[in-house]
């Protein structure tokens, strides 16, 4: 079946400017992540949706990060105001639940590439 | 300090070589140990994942977790060109957030 999608998967934008980024989860699949992931770096996780619960929103770095997920399905990461230093590959990654025991992992997008002028 | 450390590499070996990739963690806390394979401009995908301490195979790839060591190992077994990836390593605790915890990755290069 289809895998987990994002768009746009290339975005430049220039300094200041706010961007909007879309994740597609797996059907079905009630967990959803983003992370970050700068040049040389891990994955940074920033933001977590299960089912109807309120998101942990613990690793957004500022409050010019903000998520969004609609109908339990698609969800919307918006950087407002960017900064050079938002610049990153940033992940979306679904999993059937949280109960990563039953081997429902993460299954992850390809990511969208965002470069701030 | 970084919860989970990785060395970078990159890590060059010729094909069929056994190769030894690891990662150092510092919480004690954790419980699953992953290990994903990320090719160039793709997503993480997941290669192993094990449950607390212990070995586990699959195929080339074996994964070890020695928890009184605070240190995970893969291994793969006679490597190919198209194991050229990053591997990083992640973990995750047991009960509250479930987000993972990742290294930073190693580079991985198997030369034909």
């Known amino acids: 079946g289809a895998g987990v999608s994002q768009s746009p998967s290339n975005k430049v934008t220039e300094k200041g400017k706010d961007v909007e980024l879309r994740c597609d989860p797996i059907s079905g699949h009630t967990a959803l992540y983003w992370y970050r992931q700068s040049l040389g770096q891990g994955l940074e996780f920033l933001i977590y949706f299960q089912g109807n619960s309120a998101p942990d929103k613990s690793g957004l770095p500022s409050d010019r990060f903000s998520a969004e997920r609609t109908g339990g399905s698609v969800s919307t990461l918006t950087i407002q105001r960017t900064q050079q230093e938002d610049s990153a590959v940033y992940l979306c990654?679904?999993?059937?639940?949280?109960?990563?025991?039953?081997?429902?992992?993460?299954?992850f997008g390809p990511g969208t590439r965002l470069l701030v002028l | 300090q970084k919860e989970v450390e990785q060395d970078p590499g990159p890590l060059s070996v010729p094909e069929g070589a056994i190769v030894s990739l690891n990662c150092t963690y510092s919480n004690s806390a954790f419980q699953y140990f992953m290990w994903y394979r990320q090719y160039s401009r793709k997503g993480p995908e997941l290669l192993m994942y094990t449950y607390s301490s212990g070995n586990k195979e699959d195929g080339r790839f074996t994964a070890q977790v020695d928890k009184s060591s605070k240190y995970i190992s893969l291994f793969i077994r006679d490597s190919q060109p198209s194991d050229s990836a990053t591997y990083l390593c992640?973990?995750?605790?047991?009960?509250?957030?479930?987000?993972?915890?990742f290294g930073s990755g190693t580079r991985l290069q198997v030369q034909p």
């Open positions: 990654a679904s999993s059937l639940n949280w109960r990563i025991l039953l081997g429902e992992t993460q299954y």
């Open positions: 992640a973990m995750s605790l047991d009960t509250g957030r479930r987000a993972l915890t």
